[in-house]
């Protein structure tokens, strides 16, 4: 069945470092993959969308690449901030054009000042 | 405000009972998705809707239902509520089948079954 793994459930980081969040996929093959980020209580909000033929995207200070072959997004944010605290999901699509998003469980990425 | 609106914010009510979640997507969304979160489930897909047509069904149990009417608002319907129910209910939209954009998600709409 198809699987989604995000490699931790909780990343502790220093305010100013990058955080780097992993989402692991299996038998399938998405064709674009999609993060979102949460807050306690409130809808999961949508941060960017990586297409199977790109390597990397980029928006301010979050970048996202996309390994096809290793199964693999990575997603980064630079010089990180107490704000930048939440959980992200990962979104892979299934089910081709007309399919839906399925979602990893998260990671909670805590910035401490 | 993202422009997915859901009612009620909460809901608390007992076992047995039925309860209809509703959710009016964002202007110009023709997609609405329903997704049920739990603390150890995360985010499951319950249901798409496109311009009033089922398109794909997720984990979604035989006492859930859901409909897209033509001023393309939907509603949840959960009956013969468990407890194990208890959980975010939110509603997502987007442009449309086929079209690569983010989803817009409600603020959810918190079930509580007691």
């Known amino acids: 069945s198809q699987k989604i793994e995000q490699n931790s459930e909780a990343l502790n980081i220093q305010e100013g470092k990058t955080a780097t969040l992993t989402c692991n996929y299996t038998?399938?093959?998405?064709?674009?993959l999609q993060w979102y980020r949460q807050d306690p209580g409130r809808g999961p909000v949508f941060l960017l969308l990586?297409?199977?033929?790109?390597k990397e995207k980029r928006k301010e200070r979050l970048k996202v690449t996309f390994d096809t072959t290793l199964k693999q997004s990575l997603f980064h944010i630079t010089a990180s901030q107490p704000a930048d605290s939440a959980t992200y999901l990962c979104?892979?699509?299934?089910?081709?054009?007309?399919?839906?998003?399925?979602f990893g469980k998260g990671t909670k990425l805590s910035v401490k000042p | 405000d993202s422009g997915v609106t859901q009612t009620p914010k909460h809901l608390i009510t007992a076992t047995g009972q039925r309860v209809t979640l509703r959710c009016s997507p964002r202007?110009?969304?023709?997609?609405v998705y329903w997704y049920q979160q739990s603390l150890d489930q995360g985010l499951q897909f319950l249901i798409h809707?496109?311009?009033?047509?089922?398109?794909a069904k997720g984990n979604i149990l035989e006492r859930f239902s859901a409909q897209q009417f033509p001023d393309l608002h939907s509603e949840l319907n959960l009956s013969s509520l468990e407890l194990g129910d208890s959980a975010l209910y939110f509603c997502?939209?987007?442009?449309?089948?086929?079209?690569?954009?983010?989803?817009?998600f409600g603020s959810g709409t918190r079930l509580t079954v007691v």
């Open positions: 997502a939209s987007s442009v449309g089948r086929g079209r690569n954009y983010g989803y817009t």
């Open positions: 038998n399938y093959s998405p064709a674009y």
């Open positions: 990586i297409r199977e033929n790109e």
């Open positions: 979104a892979p699509k299934v089910g081709g054009s007309q399919g839906n998003l399925i």
């Open positions: 202007s110009g969304d023709l997609s």
């Open positions: 809707y496109y311009n009033g047509e089922e398109r």
